[in-house]
């Protein structure tokens, strides 16, 4: 008997304590997906220039695999894989600081009563345009190396924080150089109607007409982003106003986000699903008739349980009875500087437990795979299976069920994106 052919492989983590993979992944639109886990004790996984090819027992890979003449062999001991975390939704280019907007609303103050009176993003926005671009990007790597150490492999930023050309220019030329400089995969929106400024408060509908006939087709041009957001809310963007920036950006091939039900609903929810949105964000006050709405619509329901913990809401985002109605429901952190400084994917794992009341299944999936799809990279990227890329957060311990436990404190002993070492203290 001819035995079979030999998978080849160029990288190999060999002997991990577990390996996490979802055998019943989310299929896309109009599916439901499995929210089980397993963990594959005494594992490896093989790659290929940057792709996984084979995952199975330590004892079984001499057989499977051929491992090429100068691969990366990696000792996976005492470690637990799991698909490296994606965070859908941030703010991560920033400047300034609004400590004392936190003490105010611990106080009492809401968040919209700040943005109203000239706080909130628009002190960002002041931070922004008085800060040169070369420290902004200074201060937004920094973060994004502590980003990188609670394992996330990929991360979306959006602009918002410029509100005038030149300055939300600037802020997507500083995602753009991060894409450059970090070994991480990063995903720039644009979100030029995040809030109105100051100076363009008294004729709101001539600022969103120069959006979309001015910024979206220069940021379109330039090939600064692959998303267009916008913030649906009273005192932010109407419906309507929403709907013409969002359908702007997608005639210049720009898929659609949206914040929407984060205070109030508006009707952002009935919006992305018009529009074939990739995800809706925050929806924390969506009720049972925005949940039937997104039933089947493939649109992404993403919670970001950092912010409504950080802004000491009352209740949480309807994450259970989402799932219970079979949504791909994802997670995310929504760092900011204003309504969330939660930083990472390892606190959000264990907020997702402590405030949502996910299993630490249900918290890894929404915050892998379902994330992956909130890009629209929902089968390259967010599970560990043949096919996928091979990005790996690699933790200390027999068992995945550690990293929300430890409510943030846990950190990568590896990082592998795309089947490049991004941080190894093995
Ligand atoms: O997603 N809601 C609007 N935007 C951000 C907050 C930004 C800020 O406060 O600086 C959010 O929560
Ligand atoms: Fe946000």
Known sequence: MIAPAKISADFIVHNLASVVVFPEPYRGQGTVPGWRTEELKNASIASREGVIVWVGPAARLSEEVHVEANARFCNGCGLTAVPGFVDSHTHLVYAGDRSDEFEMRV?????????????????????????????????????????????????????????????????L????????????????????????PADRR?????????????????????ELAMFNDVFTESKAFSVAQSRRILETGLEHGLRAKIHADEVNVLGGVDLAVELGAVSADHLL???????????GSGVIPTVLPGTSTYLMES??????????????LAIASDHNPGSCQFLGATIIQALAMLQLRLSASEALIAGTLHAAHALGFGEQIGAIEPGRRMDLALFPGDSFRQIG?????????????GGVVAIDRF
Not at 114 to 138: C, H, M, Q, S, Y
Not at 202 to 222: N, Q, T
Request: hydrophobic share 45%; proline share 4%; with cysteine.
């Open 107 to 171: 106080q009492g103050r809401s968040y919209l009563d700040i943005l109203a009176a000239g706080g909130g993003i628009l002190r960002t926005t002041e931070a922004i345009r008085n800060l040169p671009e070369d420290l902004i990007f200074v201060e937004a790597l920094e973060r994004l190396e502590q980003v990188m150490q609670t394992g996330v492999t990929t991360i979306e930023i959006k602009s918002g924080y410029g509100l005038d050309l030149e300055n939300e220019l600037k802020m």
């Open 173 to 196: 030329r500083v995602i753009d150089r991060l894409r450059d400089e970090s070994l991480m995969r990063i995903v720039p929106t644009f979100m030029g109607a995040h809030a109105i």
């Open 202 to 222: 008294a004729d709101p509908e001539a600022f969103v007409d120069e959006i979309c006939r001015v910024w979206i087709p220069e940021v379109a041009r330039l």
């Open 285 to 295: 006050m969506t009720g049972a008739e925005g949940i039937e709405k997104l039933k």
């Open 315 to 328: 209740h949480h985002a309807p994450a259970r009875k989402m799932i219970e109605a079979g949504l791909p």
């Open 405 to 417: 436990y430890q409510a943030g404190s846990s950190r990568v002993e590896a990082l592998i994106v």
